[in-house]
């Protein structure tokens, strides 16, 4: 059982697309976070949010509490933006996250 | 900057070796993690610890163990490693559970 699912599981866009990825959860959560991954491992947190919408450059994140729904937007998208992109969430219950499965994203020049 | 830092980036190892991954964080975070990443799969929890001498298995604790002497460090072991434990590692702590910070993985390579 997954509580966190994310769509889809790998994208190729060119460059200078607008980019959309989606994360669906199923539990109660204090908040998300979109983390991103780069080839060689380290992970970075980009957003954490609650509610509403979070924008930070060309990178947009949105929040439904109610619908269980987040998104992370990329404008103008280019190709050093190639990176697994993971979707986690903070259930209101104990410490520890869940995370999606990720999705890999490749932008072509 | 908070920094959790792992020993190594890459790592080889013979099947049937006791293996050490050591992680060391410098922010008195309470809570740490150990995960492994594999393809398809995602993260998954393997143990974590809220405190010193103290541990909690996660989903995937089998061929592991895991060690927190001092609040800063989270060791994780494995007693004999065998060619289905190869794969990325990475260590996280945590002050709450509003925020995370990753170390930059171990790519643990069991031939």
């Known amino acids: 059982k997954n509580e966190v699912e994310q769509s889809p599981q790998n994208l190729t866009a060119q460059e200078g697309e607008f980019i959309t990825i989606n994360c669906s959860y199923s539990?109660?959560?204090?908040?998300l976070h979109w983390l991103q991954q780069h080839p060689g491992g380290g992970i970075v947190s980009l957003f954490m949010?609650?509610?509403g919408k979070k924008k930070h450059g060309r990178l947009i994140a949105t929040i439904n509490i109610q619908e269980k729904h987040s998104s992370l937007h990329i404008t103008a998208s280019h190709p050093r933006d190639s990176a697994v992109y993971i979707c986690a969430v903070s259930p209101n219950t104990g410490n520890q996250f869940y995370f999606g499965t990720g999705t890999s994203l490749t932008v072509i020049p | 900057d908070v920094k959790v830092t792992q020993s190594s980036r890459y790592l080889v190892k013979r099947t049937g070796e006791k293996v050490f991954l050591e992680c060391v964080q410098d922010?008195?975070?309470?809570?740490m993690f150990w995960y492994r990443q594999d393809p398809g799969l995602g993260l998954r929890l393997i143990y974590f610890?809220?405190?010193?001498?103290?541990?909690e298995k996660g989903d995937i604790p089998e061929g592991y163990s895991v060690s927190r002497e001092k609040k800063e460090r989270f060791s994780l072991i494995l007693e004999s490693a065998s060619t289905n434990q190869t794969s990325m590692y990475l260590c996280?702590?945590?002050?709450?559970?509003?925020?995370?910070?990753f170390g930059s993985g171990t790519r643990l390579t069991v031939v």
């Open positions: 949010l609650s509610s």
């Open positions: 996280a702590s945590s002050f709450n559970s509003y925020g995370y910070t």
């Open positions: 922010m008195d975070h309470e809570n």
């Open positions: 610890s809220y405190d010193v001498k103290m541990k």
């Open positions: 539990v109660g959560i204090s908040a």
